[in-house]
């Protein structure tokens, strides 16, 4: 079975623009999470989709949203990126949102310049 | 807020001997937990787990402790060997909230495993 997916791998991007990022779950999940990983503060949770709607969310700006598709797959956007933006997100799979074990993926480094 | 404190940003271990990671945490609705391992360039990958029902869970040379009247878990690695090197992620759940099962992470623990 394939893993978590995503892309774009790398990502450089100026203050003001736009980002979408994408996450193909591992096949029959449903749920897939989005986390934002910067030195020193861990995994910090973004939100949560199941079945195309959004679960939980964690507490960041409203310049970060997220959507998912009918085929479970996700996308992140994040519009009038901020320096303070560049991390890596990391997306995360599980079957069931009520299943503790998530598979992550191997994330998309952006660097916000 | 810093729920899950892994105070220990670093711990460097001989190759055969015991590798213990600690994480703490503050919210009392946690009733679950996880231990990740990530490698530079990867994803983390889930190692192990631990409901509140039990104190002790082990696979393999990972065996996770939990201790709920300090709210504390630990994680030994025995024998350590110099492929356990990465960084630990200590995360936690609250599964009875039913939106709050959440993953919340603590900062991480980078282990090196001396030869």
């Known amino acids: 079975k394939a893993g978590v997916t995503q892309t774009p791998r790398y990502l450089i991007k100026t203050r003001g623009q736009q980002v979408t990022l994408s996450c193909s779950p591992i096949s029959g999940h449903r749920s897939v999470s989005w986390y934002q990983q910067t030195p020193g503060q861990g995994l910090q949770f973004l939100f949560e989709?199941?079945?195309?709607?959004?679960?939980n969310k964690g507490n960041f700006p409203g310049r970060f949203s997220g959507r998912q598709f009918s085929n479970s797959r996700s996308e992140m956007n994040v519009s009038t990126l901020e320096l303070g933006d560049s991390a890596l997100y990391l997306c995360?799979?599980?079957?069931?949102?009520?299943?503790?074990?998530?598979?992550f993926g191997p994330g998309t480094r952006l660097t916000v310049l | 807020d810093q729920q899950v404190k892994q105070n220990s940003p670093s711990l460097s271990v001989q190759e055969g001997r015991i590798s213990i990671l600690n994480c703490d945490y503050t919210n009392s609705m946690f009733d679950y937990f996880l231990w990740y391992k990530k490698y530079p360039a990867e994803g983390p990958t889930f190692l192990i787990s631990i409901s509140s029902i039990k104190d002790k869970n082990e696979d393999g040379r990972f065996t996770v402790f939990l201790n709920k009247s300090a709210k504390h878990l630990s994680l030994h690695i025995v024998p350590s060997q110099p492929g356990d090197s990465a960084v630990y992620f200590c995360?936690?759940?609250?599964?009875?909230?039913?939106?709050?099962?959440?993953?919340?992470f603590g900062t991480g623990t980078r282990l090196a495993v001396r030869p």
């Open positions: 995360a799979s599980r079957q069931q949102a009520s299943y503790n074990e998530q598979f």
């Open positions: 995360a936690a759940s609250a599964t009875k909230k039913s939106s709050g099962d959440k993953l919340t």
């Open positions: 989709y199941f079945s195309e709607t959004q679960r």
